[in-house]
């Protein structure tokens, strides 16, 4: 069984030329598929749409909020924390009570759903449907291969990134300037730095993260997988279609020691700090710097609610053992489920394509979201523009998340001991021997160790 190659790849701006030969291609059967999905969107004058309590909802809302007024159809969110959100996806579609019109997958859980049949493919309920060539692929995060188990090309659309994550680092410029610091590009000179800056009295942290574990989904694993790929470790090695776990590498120990020195510099219960407590943080001014998701940082330059308004610096993670920065994409994808009456299913494939449009992609970067295609103009974006140029820095060196079809079951392995390594709850050794033996168990149960 053939898996995703290792490092993937953001998908790179296209020329003119290219986009309109594509667009050409696809305009006969594309544009038609899409005239009638929105006219069979005004049979239905609402759509329940599933989403998280993220930092980007407001953004989200924002953009929706033209396409009530555009097509007539009321948008109904409804939020939930992130780790309750696959278990209501999930026990919606397994009850067929159709609770909602739109799901929004983050990347560990797109296999599974994929896998399982729970989502409508696109270019299923919009004939002949081609993505727009400006929207970003992230390794082909869109397309499912049912055969291979496994996202390629060929596969069928099942949605549409909707916000391009991925974390970056920030740190307080004003303080680096006046310590006489260098950003960093290395974890260890993130360490140092950090380290200086609290022996000067400046900061009471000197690096924050997230090192809480969550459930259903990712939280302290996703923060320690910019430090894991930096440093040419991974969770598995694809062996002619095998899965071999490799987590007890002695890169990976590396990594995960690097990653609990880093925790180190940061409150002394690292397990009890989520996202939000990381920017909650970075703006009362009590850290130095970080790493956590682009989306959040908008939330820095906020003048009602932060302190550091104009005082940080953003860029690329730094870099391990491999000399370069390797960042984990972080997105969220728009898709329909599957147990849907057709004329909602075409309502809810026309909102999704309709989002992923350019003018609405721009109302939702300048609203402070992450814009996933790749022409979309900065300028209009203010105080945040530093943050989307970063993650526009960030993309060529993007590595994906996890994808697997066992991204559930490898989860709920993999916060807890991530979660007590970080907060030195465990030796390293014994916490990536025992990630080593479960994650063996998990392939194998999955079909992927023959």
Same mark, same amino acid.
């Given at each position: 069984m053939t898996r995703h190659p290792d490092k993937p790849h953001f998908t790179l701006p296209l020329s003119r030329r290219r986009v309109l030969q594509s667009l050409a291609a696809t305009a006969a059967v594309g544009l038609t598929g899409l005239s009638r999905t929105a006219s069979a969107a005004q049979t239905v004058d609402e759509l329940i749409v599933l989403t998280g309590t993220t930092p980007w909802l407001p953004a989200y809302q924002k953009a929706a909020a033209a396409y009530e007024k555009e097509r007539g159809v009321k948008i109904t969110f409804r939020p939930f924390p992130y780790g309750g959100m696959r278990t209501?996806?999930?026990?919606?579609?397994?009850?067929?009570?159709?609770?909602?019109?739109?799901?929004?997958?983050?990347?560990?859980?797109?296999?599974?759903?994929?896998?399982?049949?729970?989502?409508?493919?696109?270019?299923?309920?919009?004939?002949?449907?081609?993505?727009?060539?400006?929207?970003?692929?992230?390794?082909?995060?869109?397309?499912?291969?049912?055969?291979?188990?496994?996202?390629?090309?060929?596969?069928?659309?099942?949605?549409?990134?909707?916000?391009?994550?991925?974390?970056?680092?920030?740190?307080?410029?004003?303080?680096?300037?006046?310590?006489?610091?260098?950003p960093p590009r290395t974890w260890d000179e993130a360490i140092d730095n950090g380290r200086k800056a609290v022996d000067a009295g400046e900061v009471r942290y000197g690096y924050v993260t997230r090192g809480q574990p969550t459930t259903g989904g990712q939280s302290v694993s996703f923060e320690f997988m910019h430090v894991l790929f930096s440093y040419g470790a991974d969770w598995f090695a694809s062996e002619n279609g095998r899965l071999v776990p490799t987590i007890n590498s002695e890169s990976a120990q590396a990594a995960a020691e690097t990653f609990r020195r880093l925790l180190e510099l940061g409150p002394s219960r690292p397990q009890t700090v989520g996202q939000a407590d990381c920017i909650a943080l970075m703006q009362n001014g009590q850290a130095l710097q970080g790493h956590f998701v682009a989306a959040g940082m908008p939330q820095l330059e906020d003048e009602s609610r932060s302190s550091v308004v104009g005082k940080c610096g953003y860029s690329v993670v730094p870099a391990g053992s491999l000399g370069k920065p390797v960042p984990t994409s972080g997105v969220w994808s728009l898709c329909v489920p599957n147990d849907l009456a057709p004329e909602r299913q075409?309502? =809810?494939?026309?909102?999704? $394509?309709?989002?992923?449009?350019?003018?609405? @992609?721009?109302?939702? !970067? #300048?609203?402070?979201?992450?814009?996933?295609?790749?022409?979309?103009?900065?300028?209009g974006t203010g105080a945040i523009a530093p943050i989307?140029?970063?993650?526009?820095?960030?993309?060529p060196h993007a590595h994906r998340a996890i994808r697997y079809v066992f991204a559930a079951q490898m989860l709920e392995a993999v916060e807890p001991v991530i979660g007590q390594i970080g =907060?030195?709850?465990?030796? $390293?050794?014994?916490?990536?021997?025992?990630? @080593?033996?479960?994650? !063996? #168990?998990?392939?194998?149960?999955?079909?992927?160790?023959?």
């Amino acid at each position: 069984m053939t898996r995703h190659p290792d490092k993937p790849h953001f998908t790179l701006p296209l020329s003119r030329r290219r986009v309109l030969q594509s667009l050409a291609a696809t305009a006969a059967v594309g544009l038609t598929g899409l005239s009638r999905t929105a006219s069979a969107a005004q049979t239905v004058d609402e759509l329940i749409v599933l989403t998280g309590t993220t930092p980007w909802l407001p953004a989200y809302q924002k953009a929706a909020a033209a396409y009530e007024k555009e097509r007539g159809v009321k948008i109904t969110f409804r939020p939930f924390p992130y780790g309750g959100m696959r278990t209501q996806m999930t026990n919606a579609i397994q009850s067929r009570n159709a609770a909602f019109d739109v799901f929004q997958l983050d990347e560990p859980w797109t296999g599974q759903f994929y896998d399982n049949g729970w989502v409508k493919p696109l270019d299923e309920i919009i004939p002949g449907y081609t993505p727009d060539p400006a929207i970003i692929t992230y390794d082909d995060l869109p397309l499912w291969n049912s055969a291979e188990r496994q996202g390629g090309p060929g596969g069928r659309v099942m949605g549409l990134p909707m916000n391009g994550n991925v974390d970056l680092l920030v740190y307080r410029k004003d303080i680096y300037e006046k310590l006489g610091l260098t950003p960093p590009r290395t974890w260890d000179e993130a360490i140092d730095n950090g380290r200086k800056a609290v022996d000067a009295g400046e900061v009471r942290y000197g690096y924050v993260t997230r090192g809480q574990p969550t459930t259903g989904g990712q939280s302290v694993s996703f923060e320690f997988m910019h430090v894991l790929f930096s440093y040419g470790a991974d969770w598995f090695a694809s062996e002619n279609g095998r899965l071999v776990p490799t987590i007890n590498s002695e890169s990976a120990q590396a990594a995960a020691e690097t990653f609990r020195r880093l925790l180190e510099l940061g409150p002394s219960r690292p397990q009890t700090v989520g996202q939000a407590d990381c920017i909650a943080l970075m703006q009362n001014g009590q850290a130095l710097q970080g790493h956590f998701v682009a989306a959040g940082m908008p939330q820095l330059e906020d003048e009602s609610r932060s302190s550091v308004v104009g005082k940080c610096g953003y860029s690329v993670v730094p870099a391990g053992s491999l000399g370069k920065p390797v960042p984990t994409s972080g997105v969220w994808s728009l898709c329909v489920p599957n147990d849907l009456a057709p004329e909602r299913q075409s309502a =809810a494939a026309d909102f999704i $394509v309709w989002m992923l449009g350019k003018q609405q @992609q721009a109302v939702f !970067a #300048e609203a402070g979201g992450i814009p996933t295609r790749n022409d979309i103009d900065l300028s209009g974006t203010g105080a945040i523009a530093p943050i989307l140029e970063a993650v526009q820095e960030s993309a060529p060196h993007a590595h994906r998340a996890i994808r697997y079809v066992f991204a559930a079951q490898m989860l709920e392995a993999v916060e807890p001991v991530i979660g007590q390594i970080g =907060a030195g709850e465990i030796p $390293v050794d014994q916490g990536l021997n025992t990630l @080593q033996d479960k994650l !063996a #168990e998990i392939a194998s149960a999955a079909g992927f160790s023959e």
